[in-house]
């Protein structure tokens, strides 16, 4: 009975000798090695044999008589393709000299063997029993390459269709030899691009990461490296959690790398992390402010029972009235410091459902008055309506665009785009809402500072506030999200999302957009379910109190309100409004101011280049002959201090009407 641990294997042998005598010596030889024998004289012939049945020995008789056809036999012989090659022995009648030697090794011989009649054949018989080991060797890598590429071609699909992205590199090298559809998508390259690439081009920071170690190659249990980073083409950047394990592959060792995106988990983390510092510094805001206004209680009656008594000298009344302005403006500061701790509790907020379009052409155009600075607004006709606080965003808007302002002093160009992101599929951390850009064309904020732009009184350009601090906190109370990303050198990106006001939504939908028409339209449309646009009205007054009383009278009448200090100011703030696109419909100019420029040279100066602007004269100064004569001037109106309020919103929405 057989051992069943015994495999039997059979070797054919074919023995090329044109001598008969010799040929039947061979062919004994061979087969008492177990061969299985046969012998041809010609190259014809066993050219023919091959073809009736593949051999895995050839013995040829070489010397100077079949050079030419046994060349000929073995070119032929190569050139053949999807059968095994056999091993080729030559026997020579002499020995050989090595240059000869060297030469048919090229053109396919293993070996050159030395084979007389009257020589003994121990030296064959050595060279077969070599032959015939490097041929079971052969045999047997070939039996496992074959199963092992079997089995690789049986979990070939299961490899492709599984959601954990996976790389397999060649141990040695780190050559990549395959890598399935979700590798190609957290990575950003397509897979015909990441196979036959080497690994150090893909994953560069893996090389460069702590835990890496080039004795990774040699273990065998699976080694975890944590918050790899990863710049994709496009250049998003992700972090990566890269697992890898050694396996064995049909043709050498290699390992498997599977591939974890914890892009959306570190932001999570920097988030909390984020939102526990706000947190803490809004306690300490809260805090100080309560102590700081207790203070200045007392500081601020004392001023004012030292104010009553008559100081003897002019230097003392100075020195009071320093005093006075420092605690006014420490209480500017505390109530600031209160009005951030409240807002990030939620506090102080009015919320009703709000159209981003409007209220985003308003803060971006007058926030730009002032400065050098353009817009470029992309908004979509088509935003979902949100529930917010309008004077509470408008605010923190604002303090984004003059965030941007100051980092292009010598001016530039915001872009400013608002979108509906209705599905999370070109970003991990983005979610269905509203997202607002704002992007600017400033030198950046270095990386290492990015984690401190909310703090309080932090700054990167010495201008030190809160006004990111009041955004972010307002946004938050929102319940949304103010990010900053920026590129040194390329600009910052200021990017807030605010969830859509479902209920409203439901409600009044928008109306559908064609979708063969442009995503972005001009400034001034405005999609049909939206409020109406509200007129835009510039006052100028030298006084800050009436400043306040206008706007706030005329803010409540439904009228959008940009004030200025003196007729120059007016000037710039005409001129800048109608360059980009969002002109005033109304002025309402004082006549005198103190120190400046008043609205009569102010109107005079405008209706060089806008002949077609509206314009009302405000005055305490009861004059007849003004009265008589303001349409001279360019005024269409004159409207007498104090205000009666009806006159005042009757004038003005007269001739505001935007439809006229």
Known sequence: MLDRGIEIQLLRTLIIEPDLEMGAVLTSLVSSRGHEAGCVQQCSEAAHFLKQAPVDLLLIRLNHATATPVAEFLHALLQQTGVSQPTCLALT??????????????????????????????????????????????????????????????????????????????????????????????????????????????????????????????????????????RRPDGSHRWLDVYLARIEWPTQAALVLRLQDISLLKERAARRQQDSRQDAATRVLQGVAIELSDALTTIRGNLELLSRIPPARAE???????????????????????????????????????????????????????????????????????????????????ALVENATH?????GTLFVDACNLREPNTQPTQQAGIQIRLRDQGPGIPTEDLHHVFDPFYSTTGRRGMGLTLAAATIRAHGGRLTLTSVPGEGTTATVWLPVNIKHLLNHPPLPTDPTAPALKSPRSHPPDSTPPRPRILFMDDEIQIRVLVQKILTAHGFDVYCTNDGQEAIDAY???????????????????????????????????????KALLTTGYIDDALLDAHREHGFLGVIPKPFQIERLVSAVRKLSDINA
């Open 575 to 613: 001129r800048k409004a109608h360059a980009i696109g969002t002109p005033f419909h109304v002025l309402l100019m004082d006549l005198d101011v103190r120190g400046g420029m008043g609205g009569m040279e102010a109107i005079a100066r405008l209706n060089t280049e806008f002949p077609t602007l």
């Open 93 to 230: 009648d002499d020995d050989e000299p090595t240059a000869r030697i060297e030469a048919w090794l090229k053109r396919g011989f293993a070996d050159v063997i030395t084979v007389t009649r009257n020589q003994s054949h121990s030296l064959l018989r050595n060279r077969l029993a070599i032959a015939e080991h490097a041929l079971m060797q052969t045999r047997t890598l070939q039996r496992t390459a074959a199963s092992e590429i079997a089995a690789a071609q049986r979990y070939h699909p299961l490899f492709l269709n599984s959601p954990a992205a996976t790389l397999i590199i060649t141990a040695r090298d780190g050559f990549i030899i395959e890598a399935n559809p979700a590798a190609e998508t957290i990575l950003g390259i397509p897979r015909t691009d990441l196979v036959s690439r080497f690994l150090s081009l893909v994953l560069p920071d893996l090389f460069d990461h702590e835990d890496y170690d080039p004795q990774i190659l040699k273990v065998h249990d699976a080694v975890r490296m944590a918050e790899v980073s990863h």
């Open 407 to 411: 980092a292009m002093p010598q001016g």
């Open 316 to 398: 003392a009344r100075e020195l009071l009235a320093s005093a006075q302005l420092g605690c006014d403006t420490a209480e500017s500061l505390a109530r600031r410091s209160t009005q951030i701790a409240r807002r990030q509790q939620g506090h102080d907020l009015h919320k009703h459902p709000q159209h981003l379009k409007p209220l985003l052409e308003k803060c971006i155009a007058f926030a730009l008055l002032s400065g050098k600075c353009t817009p470029v607004l992309h908004v979509s006709d088509d935003l979902w309506p949100i529930e917010a606080d309008e004077t509470a965003l408008s605010e923190a808007l604002r």
